[in-house]
């Protein structure tokens, strides 16, 4: 489908971080898994919760609007989620991974403030006030959880995984 109007961008948009959504509640379980810093492996948790109910949105949206989504895959995403599958395969469980695991999910949240941003822009420019307040819910909740990321990594998470580095 071509995108010669803001709507056709707005569904591309809307499809693209639906499934984005969708590849990161699969990603989430394995990070908190993964995790060995309590704090970390909870925020993972909070956030699966989060993001399903950033799905339920989107599903509302689609049911206020009647915009029908398009089945695509969300390649930024995969690339990012892919990065994480790396991390764990690469580096053992401890500091350092966690550390890692801050990093590859502070980078996904940036992608999806960045997404949801836009989206509030077009959704608003479009006459769709209801959404637009959908997504501004949920970029706040991907703010919120960037925030609470950083606030992990400098309460002594990336602090430990340097610590951890010096002893070897």
């Known amino acids: 489908m071509a995108r010669t ?3 056709d961008l707005f569904i591309h948009e809307l499809s693209d971080i639906y499934s984005a959504e969708k590849q990161i509640t699969k990603a989430l379980p394995r990070m908190a898994r993964a995790s060995t810093n309590p704090l970390l492996a909870e925020a993972f ?19 206020l609007t009647g915009l ?26 401890g500091e350092v991974l966690d550390a890692g695991l801050i990093a590859a999910c502070q980078k996904i949240e940036h992608y999806e403030i960045a997404s949801y941003g836009s989206l509030v822009s077009m959704a608003k420019s479009l006459g769709l006030t209801e ?3 959908l997504l501004a819910a949920t970029l706040a909740e991907e703010k ?3 925030e609470k990321l950083s606030a992990i ?16």
């Open 144 to 146: 919120g959880a960037d």
């Open 131 to 133: 959404a637009a307040e």
């Open 153 to 168: 990594a400098e309460q002594g998470g990336n602090q430990a995984a340097t610590l951890e580095k010096k002893k070897k």
């Open 5 to 7: 109007t803001v709507e």
């Open 45 to 63: 948790k909070s956030h699966l919760e989060e993001t399903q109910g950033q799905i339920e949105r989107i599903d509302q949206i689609v049911e």
């Open 68 to 93: 029908k989504l398009k089945r695509m895959k969300c390649v930024a995403t995969e690339g990012l989620v892919e990065e994480g599958k790396e991390l764990l395969e690469e580096i053992e469980k």
